[in-house]
């Protein structure tokens, strides 16, 4: 909903979701020296023909695009930004975001190839939000790890939010937009530097050409925004799974201005299945940074996107 509220805007551009700027970060070393024309080729073709990047969804000339990539900047960062640069140029606007769920694990490597990139964080009650998860056809985890995931979003944006500029980083709350859609967009509008457009509050009208129509769990884009799932997790969520969200995240569901209820506890086999898998999910990550410093000190070139204004 907020990709597309942003996409409504008369000078923003937000795709679908994207899966090529990480796998390439990741991948950098393997690409060689982005110096050689040759190198620059093969990454765009990496990102361009490869049905795993989804580059399809943007619905641009992809030998155009590659052309662009091999005669821009020789970084990966500055071959990323083209792809969604382009994409925004399909709309005749001058900015461009890109929205994934997941880009709260990889805020710093976004910054390294971003560095005036502004993070917007969208919050919603965790106990909606594994309710969601659990309703959606991809998601193939179950509630302990629909948890573990928002607990570490929260962890991720306090972080954002303590290391930051005040310019660089927004918190947003989704149970506000949907109450009060032009307000809360007009505070995002003044985070972004952008005049705040009626249109955003109507993001059905863009959903059209900005959501894929493969991707059905997205129907309710095309709808007008509404509060009617807010809270349903009463409903959606067995008590045992209220009461692990409770115990679980109380705290940080208080924080950020949530009731909680608290008397409920969760059976013992439950609390210890989830703490498994929030330790085997701290442990993938932490191997997953240790491998990006190790990266860092082998990667061929810098990351920085040079893209100016003008080019």
């Known amino acids: 909903m907020l990709q597309l509220m942003l996409h409504a805007h008369p000078r923003i551009a937000i795709p679908p979701e994207t899966r090529f700027l990480m796998a390439a970060y990741d991948a950098r ?5 982005l110096r050689d024309p040759a190198n620059r080729l ?3 073709r990496w990102i ?38 382009a994409y925004a140029g399909r709309f005749g606007k001058e900015r461009w975001g890109d929205k ?12 390294r190839m971003f560095p005036d990139a502004q993070v917007v964080q969208l919050i919603r009650d965790g106990r909606d939000c594994v ?21 570490e979003s929260i962890e991720a944006g306090d972080r954002a939010a303590r290391s930051l500029a005040p310019g660089a980083y927004h918190r947003m709350y989704y149970e506000r937009l949907i109450s009060d859609p032009a307000g809360e967009l007009g505070a995002l509008c ?42 349903t997790w ?4 067995s008590p045992s799974e209220i009461a692990l969200c409770e115990t679980v995240a109380g705290d940080r569901l208080r924080r950020h201005g949530y009731e909680v209820d608290g008397t409920a506890r969760p059976d013992r086999g439950e ?27 082998t990667e061929p070139n810098e990351v920085t996107a040079r893209l100016t204004p003008e080019g």
Not at 48 to 77: C, H, M, N, S, Y
Not at 132 to 145: G, I, N, Q, R, V
Not at 194 to 207: I, K, L, R, S, T
């Open 29 to 33: 070393s393997g690409f060689g020296d």
């Open 100 to 111: 994934r769920p997941g880009y709260f694990q990889r805020i710093p490597a976004l910054r």
């Open 190 to 231: 003044a985070f972004l530097g952008e005049d705040f457009d009626p249109a955003m509050c109507e993001p059905g009208q863009v959903a059209a050409v900005a959501v894929p129509g493969r991707k059905v769990w997205h129907a309710r884009t095309h709808e007008e925004v509404t509060t009617t799932r807010s809270g």
């Open 42 to 44: 093969a990454l765009a």
């Open 271 to 297: 609390h210890s299945r989830y703490r498994r898998v929030a330790a085997h999910r701290r442990l993938a990550n932490g191997k997953r940074d240790m491998l990006d410093l190790i990266r860092r000190r």
């Open 131 to 151: 309710a969601s998860l659990k309703e959606m056809d991809w998601y193939k985890h179950d509630a302990h790890h629909a948890l573990a995931t928002w607990v």
């Open 48 to 85: 361009v023909e490869r049905k795993a990047t989804r580059f399809a969804d943007l619905g641009l000339d992809g030998q155009q695009v590659t052309e662009q990539i091999v005669a821009g900047p020789p970084t990966l960062g500055s071959a990323l930004a083209i792809v969604l640069r």
């Open 234 to 237: 009463r409903t959606r969520l």
